[in-house]
């Protein structure tokens, strides 16, 4: 068993996820670590349809509803109107999708993370904009199929790295966080509720419809992206400083790739692209976490 | 969980200016979108089906792990009365069939078993299970098979008579098995647990001598476990003169306290067990040892571990050599003569065959010969309704020979000789005698996985250590388990005792785990197929439809309402403990 597991559980049972869904798994941990006392926004993505139709709401925290571009920028208005009726205590939780973080909501995401804002924004990452049918988006990782870049003509250049542009702005705590890590990811959402400003965590969620992959191998596929390199789990403080919180196994890419759908049409080359790319991320990775952090006395 | 509530507006006036919810989902039952269901269900560790004691195996590693040491031992008496015995002596197949030696190193089972009797609680014994049946039951021969039958009659509330020919009961283990690798002390403790349950031990009682099988016939039922003690014969010159043992002779004398003069050197013909255990107490009788065997060491039936153990102490090996005929001056031993073999075609036992090269005869001087090529069993005794086979009584799965209400187990009936079988074989008859006795029903379910023991427990519906879920028959194996959430660490390894303080006497060789060691080895334990309550399935399932029982039980449930049928909590399990069967 698993000491000090908070056992609260702030969503409920009959959301309308698919089986599988690593975007629930993700919204569960958030708030188990956030509890009661959090106002919740969600522009429209996966979970405008999870959380279910008015008059309901599958979570036991207010929620509200806002549109594709404006999760940052609605965050921002509560937190404004907490903190004049003196409600400093609740959390504001943005929990958007990587279509409303990395290409709709990314000036809104932008100007509150300049501004400082105290929130807290959680991007769960898919890869496409899965509930709208599986369109490409800058999340979507390179050859991969989508609906709107089928094999013929596969998502062409690599995925956004949304981590180095939110580091871009000194963002006080940024990180990535994995579904197969629920301890690691928990930990992550608390240092965010502790940071004093913006905090951002990229929450890898796998999708079994949108990845092609069986709904019971969601936490597998979570895992081997972690192990292949391919989405490394660290931290940023300040934009500066590098902390890797996992050592991956060092898998080969091809390990991650043949397992999903989405990837089946890609050839001996692509993988070996693939495995060339996520080496040289790798190593910038690491050497930017051997880097000193800039201080006022260097 | 909150309350289900739908929410119906039945005028507009009834809506809410603001667009607000009032409920949460929970009316949505998404069960009904599932088409496969997950469960719960406690599997077969492969090494409690390896066990030929049938012992149940991750059920005590997890008590040790839990430092709950009294209940382990307790755990293993269910099934096993003699596991201060076993964790010494025991050749440890269920090791060979862990899970973990897949992938790293097995689990050290057997010395977790040590540690186990070695924490047993001073002066407790385990109470009777069954009510008096009023029924009598005759057991020939004390020896582990003989010993198992009567602890598990006497505790399923049959008259339990032992009779054993020799002066103390325990039989091979008393008098085949030297001090150094099992002191006496820890066998009469186990022994007298037995005793206590109220099993006569009728010492000095040979049957065909000093009782015959007639005088048994007022039982309801008779168990027969002789053993083995006829040596086999070389059949070579000289084998009668003096200078010349046995080495079941050799090993007895020794424990009977017997003065035995070696001399200088003492020459093994052997490559069993007994051989290797009387080179070892030859070598303690500050004798020089060598030991000759006719095929190679691929062949040597002994424990290889048991082989090596020798060969630091100072016993020299020689392969591939045969006698010939044993020399003699004055009316005793002087040497042996050895001839060169070479291996051929493989024979009926799948070893290849030893063939004598001509011509490469040579002398070996020697003060003691020890013969150690096997032994067979002395049936004699028996009536003609009790069928032999190869000096072997024939019996079926379920012990019984061909006349009724006679069982028979140990080496006198079963092809493996070693002490776990023999355990094995008598805790089979004290079932099916007591089946027959109550009129009750053994099947093959109450067999350990396919090719296990019977479970005792599991023949009166006991359950295991963690009980509630239902039992199945499936041996989980490696490919099974989720090895992500395992990490590699190395086997701890119990110490030995020192070579200086070996050869002084019949010190114990084998030391138990210090406590730290135990808990750290009990902590690699896989719980192949049973749940650990690691919480994996609770943790990871989206849609919150898994919840730990209340307190104090084990376990998880499911709420069949919710669950999506995702499958994600039986890949997630690391130890295969649940399963997916198609929605009916």
């Known amino acids: ?298 | 969980m909150s309350e289900i509530k739908t929410i119906v507006y039945k005028t507009v006036d009834e809506v809410p200016e603001f667009v607000v919810s009032e409920a949460t989902m929970l009316w949505n039952k998404t069960g009904s979108w599932r088409y496969l269901r997950p469960g719960y269900l406690n599997k077969i560790p492969p090494c409690n089906q390896g066990c030929p004691a049938g012992n149940d195996v991750e059920g005590f590693i997890a008590l040790i792990g839990e430092k709950k040491y009294a209940d382990a031992w307790r755990l293993l008496k269910e099934e096993n009365p003699f596991p201060a015995v076993c964790g010494r002596v025991c050749y440890h197949p269920c090791e060979t069939a862990c899970n973990r030696g897949q992938f790293d190193h097995s689990i050290g089972i057997n010395s977790l078993e040590r540690f186990a009797s070695d924490h047993a609680p001073v002066g407790e014994t385990p109470q009777k299970v069954k009510p008096e049946s009023g029924k009598k039951v005759a057991i020939v021969g004390s020896g582990p098979a003989g010993l198992t039958a009567a602890y598990h009659l006497a505790r399923m509330g049959h008259e339990t008579t032992v009779y054993e020919a020799d002066e103390e009961p325990g039989g091979l283990m008393r008098y085949g098995i030297p001090e150094y690798r099992l002191p006496n002390s820890v066998l009469d403790t186990e022994i007298d647990a037995i005793r206590s349950l109220g099993v006569k031990i009728e010492c000095n009682t040979r049957i065909g001598n000093d009782l015959s099988w007639e005088d048994l016939q007022s039982f309801d039922a008779i168990f027969v476990a002789v053993g083995v003690h006829k040596n086999n014969k070389l059949g070579i010159e000289n084998e009668e003169i003096k200078g010349v043992f046995s080495g079941l002779e050799l090993l007895g004398n020794i424990t009977r306290g017997k003065e035995m003069v070696l001399g200088d050197h003492t020459v093994i013909i052997g490559g069993g067990n007994s051989a290797i255990d009387s080179a070892r107490c030859a070598l303690r009788q500050g004798s020089r040892v060598t030991l000759f065997y006719h095929r190679s060491r691929n062949e040597m039936p002994a424990f290889a571990e048991e082989i090596y153990e020798a060969e630091r102490e100072g016993l020299k090996v020689h392969f591939l050599r045969q006698p010939v005929k044993i020399l003699a001056e004055g009316g005793k031993v002087s040497g042996i003569r050895m001839r060169q073999t070479m291996l051929g075609e493989p024979d009926e036992s799948g070893r290849r065959r030893p063939e004598p090269v001509p011509g490469t005869e040579f002398d070996v001087q020697a003060s003691t010969i020890v013969t150690a090529i096997g032994e067979s069993a002395d049936l004699d005794f028996l009536p003609e309704a009790v069928k032999t086979e190869y000096r072997r009584i024939s019996v079926n799965k379920f012990t019984q020979t061909s006349s009724l209400s006679v069982y028979a187990g140990g080496d006198a009936a079963l092809e493996e000789h070693n002490v776990a079988e023999a355990i094995g074989s008598g805790k089979m008859a004290a079932c099916a005698i007591d089946a027959q006795l109550r009129n009750s029903e053994l099947t093959e379910s109450q067999i350990i996985g396919k090719t296990g023991a019977v479970s005792v427990s599991r023949y009166l519906k006991h359950g295991n250590a963690h009980a509630e879920s239902p039992d199945s028959n499936h041996v989980v194996e490696f490919k099974e388990l989720n090895i992500n959430y395992f990490e590699p660490q190395a086997r701890n390894k119990a110490q030995k005792l020192d070579m200086n303080d070996r050869m002084k006497g019949f010190r114990e060789i084998n030391l138990a785990y210090p406590e730290d060691m135990a808990l750290k080895e009990a902590d690699r334990c896989f719980h192949c197929g049973i749940c650990t309550m690691c919480d994996n399935c609770y943790v990871f399932c989206p849609d919150v439809a898994i919840s730990r029982k209340p307190k104090e039980e084990w376990g998880y449930d499911i709420a069949m309402d919710y669950c999506k049928g995702c499958g994600i909590c039986v890949y997630e399990c690391p130890r295969s403990a649940m399963f997916m069967e198609e929605e009916k």
């Open chain 1, 1 to 298: 068993m698993i000491n000090d597991y908070p056992t609260e559980e702030l969503l409920k049972s009959g959301c309308l996820s698919c089986q599988g869904c690593g975007a629930t798994i993700v919204m569960r941990h958030c708030l188990k670590v956030l509890g009661k006392n959090t106002i919740c926004t969600i522009p429209a993505c996966c979970w405008s349809i999870i959380a279910g139709n008015w008059p309901y709401n599958t979570l036991e925290v207010p929620l509200i509803h806002t549109a594709f571009e404006t999760a940052a920028a609605s965050a921002s208005g509560i937190r404004a109107a907490l903190d004049m009726k003196g409600k400093q205590d609740t959390r504001v939780l943005a929990f958007a999708g990587d279509g409303g973080t990395f290409d709709i909501g990314l000036q809104s995401l932008s100007g509150a993370t300049e501004r400082n804002e105290d929130i807290v924004y959680v991007c769960y990452d898919n890869e496409a904009y899965m509930n709208t049918g599986i369109q490409r988006s800058s999340a979507t990782p390179e050859k991969a199929w989508t609906t709107t870049t089928p094999t013929s003509h596969p998502k062409g250049g690599p995925k956004k790295n949304i981590l180095q542009i939110l580091s871009g702005h000194k963002i006080p705590y940024c990180a990535t966080a994995s579904v197969a890590w629920p301890e690691d990811l928990m930990a992550k959402v608390k240092k965010a509720a502790e940071t004093k400003g913006t905090a951002f965590i990229h929450a890898y969620s796998p999708c079994p419809p949108g990845w092609k992959i069986s709904s019971e191998k969601s936490i597998e596929i979570a895992r081997l992206a972690v192990n292949t390199k391919i989405f490394p789990l660290y931290e940023i403080f300040d934009g500066e400083e590098y902390r890797i919180n996992v050592e991956p196994k060092g898998l080969p890419v091809e390990e991650y790739l043949k397992r999903q759908g989405r990837f089946s049409h890609l050839d001996k080359e692509d993988v070996e692209y693939i495995q060339k790319r996520v080496d040289y991320e790798w190593k910038v990775l690491l050497q930017r976490s051997m880097m000193e952090p800039f201080h006022m006395n260097m």
